[in-house]
């Protein structure tokens, strides 16, 4: 199985290289005008994600490979969930099978990420969040390195009413 990391992520670049070189580069300074599915900027994002993704199973890489920080793509994709729509999230888990629970060094799994970025402050789509707290697999009972669980940190992030987080 090849190996693959991150190898940079920022808000504007994300580098995604494999043993054998680049296999993606992909810009996200306009990821926040997507909006709907028949968004053409959306439908580029997701024609991108795709791609990269087949490339992987065709190269047999694992989506879960751990890059620097113990980070998969899916931690990648939660740090920047403002950005991105629900249909990526669903194409990393569903088609491609990215661990819901996955824990990077700090032991965190994808979602403890995801709430750190949508708040009252931050914005955020909260369904996006929803989506990714009621995967079948997720266990949100996880406690990060300073002893948080996801419920933990959605009342941190004001999220505690959020009835369709909890449903």
Same mark, same amino acid.
């Given at each position: 199985?090849?190996?693959?990391?991150?190898?940079?992520?920022?808000? *504007?670049?994300?580098?995604?290289?494999?043993? #054998?070189?680049?296999?993606?580069?992909?810009?996200?300074?306009?990821? #926040?005008?997507?909006?709907?599915?028949?968004?053409?900027?959306?439908?580029?994002?997701?024609?991108?994600? *795709?791609?990269?993704?087949?490339?992987?199973?065709?190269?047999?890489?694992?989506?879960?490979?751990?890059?620097?920080?113990?980070?998969? &793509?899916?931690?990648?994709?939660?740090?920047? &969930?403002?950005?991105?729509? $629900?249909?990526?999230?669903?194409?990393?888990?569903? #088609?491609?099978?990215?661990?819901?629970?996955?824990?990077?060094?700090?032991?965190?799994?994808? $979602?403890?990420?995801?709430?750190?970025?949508?708040?009252?402050? *931050?914005?955020?789509?909260?369904?996006?969040?929803?989506?990714? $707290?009621?995967?079948?697999? &997720?266990?949100?009972?996880?406690?990060?390195?300073?002893?948080?669980?996801?419920?933990?940190?959605?009342? &941190?992030?004001?999220?505690?009413?959020?009835?369709?987080?909890? *449903?």
């Amino acid at each position: 199985m090849a190996s693959v990391h991150i190898v940079e992520w920022n808000h *504007n670049t994300g580098l995604i290289c494999s043993s #054998t070189g680049d296999v993606g580069e992909f810009t996200s300074s306009n990821m #926040t005008s997507l909006t709907s599915p028949g968004d053409e900027m959306f439908e580029m994002l997701q024609n991108l994600v *795709n791609a990269i993704l087949n490339l992987f199973n065709q190269m047999n890489v694992d989506v879960n490979t751990k890059g620097k920080g113990r980070d998969t &793509i899916l931690h990648y994709a939660c740090d920047n &969930i403002n950005k991105l729509p $629900i249909e990526i999230f669903n194409l990393l888990i569903e #088609t491609h099978g990215c661990d819901v629970n996955a824990l990077d060094n700090d032991k965190r799994i994808p $979602i403890h990420r995801a709430l750190d970025q949508v708040n009252p402050r *931050n914005g955020g789509d909260i369904n996006v969040l929803a989506y990714l $707290i009621n995967q079948k697999n &997720i266990d949100v009972n996880i406690k990060d390195r300073k002893g948080f669980n996801s419920l933990h940190l959605a009342c &941190i992030g004001n999220l505690q009413n959020q009835s369709v987080l909890w *449903n």
